[in-house]
């Protein structure tokens, strides 16, 4: 089965400055997706940033960005020009290609982040 | 666009009781999933469907049942609650197997959640 690791479980960050939150994974399968997914106080779950495991171009989304390493099973989010609207818990989750029936997302611990003003 | 509704948003129950949860998915979304998410915990998977059949069992109690009907829409049945069972229990919906392609291709869109208190 695949694991999630967020071994941090609070981080701060001065706004407008630069952020970078930890994940790392364990799996078999060569072909997955990864995710990173924002829960601000609302507690919905908001997509930040996805990532396919069979590219090699690191995901950008305007301020968020990925490090994706595959060969390390590390894949860190860094979210740039911090803004107050960015405090939040974040959860870096796995998931099987679609085809699978266990396609499922599993999640991490999550970490929370707040952001200084 | 439209997205994942559930229902009812709030629900407060006695111990014993039974609570039924709604999930209605993105249209022409087939697959749905139902998580259980805890204070300061991570969502944990329960239960999901893809075309009204079952695909996948996660740590969904046996109090719990779940199906999947003919307009895709998902109901998740809490029989015999105890208080441990309150929680934000959320449902997503994703499109089907197979390649995909744009914005949603392989994401889950989660709903708000319907937040369960049973006291």
């Known amino acids: 089965a695949q694991t999630v690791t967020q071994s941090q479980p609070e981080m701060s960050v001065q706004e407008a400055e630069t952020v970078t939150l930890s994940c790392t994974y364990d799996t078999s399968e060569s072909d997955y997706y990864l995710f990173w997914y924002k829960q601000p106080p609302s507690r919905q779950m908001i997509l930040v940033i996805r990532?396919?495991?069979?590219?090699?171009q690191n995901a950008t989304e305007n301020r968020f960005s990925v490090n994706f390493q595959k060969a390390a099973k590390s894949f860190s989010l860094k979210i740039s020009d911090s803004q107050l609207g960015d405090a939040a818990m974040y959860f870096c989750a796995y998931r099987s290609p679609p085809l699978r029936a266990n396609s499922k997302l599993t999640f991490g611990k999550g970490i929370t982040l707040s952001v200084r003003p | 666009a439209a997205g994942v509704i559930q229902s009812p948003r709030h629900l407060i129950k006695e111990k014993r009781e039974t609570a039924t949860l709604k999930c209605y998915p993105i249209p022409r979304h087939d697959t749905v999933y139902w998580y259980q998410q805890g204070p300061g915990q991570d969502p944990q998977f329960l239960i999901s469907?893809?075309?009204?059949?079952?695909?996948d069992k996660g740590s969904i109690p046996d109090r719990f049942s779940a199906q999947q009907f003919s307009d895709y829409h998902s109901e998740l049945n809490m029989s015999s609650l105890e208080l441990g069972d309150s929680a934000l229990y959320f449902c997503?919906?994703?499109?089907?197997?197979?390649?995909?392609?744009?914005?949603?291709?392989?994401?889950?869109?989660f709903g708000a959640g319907s937040r369960l208190t049973v006291l």
């Open positions: 997503a919906s994703s499109p089907g197997r197979g390649p995909q392609t744009g914005s949603g291709a392989n994401v889950l869109t």
């Open positions: 469907f893809y075309e009204k059949m079952q695909s």
């Open positions: 990532q396919e495991a069979y590219k090699q």
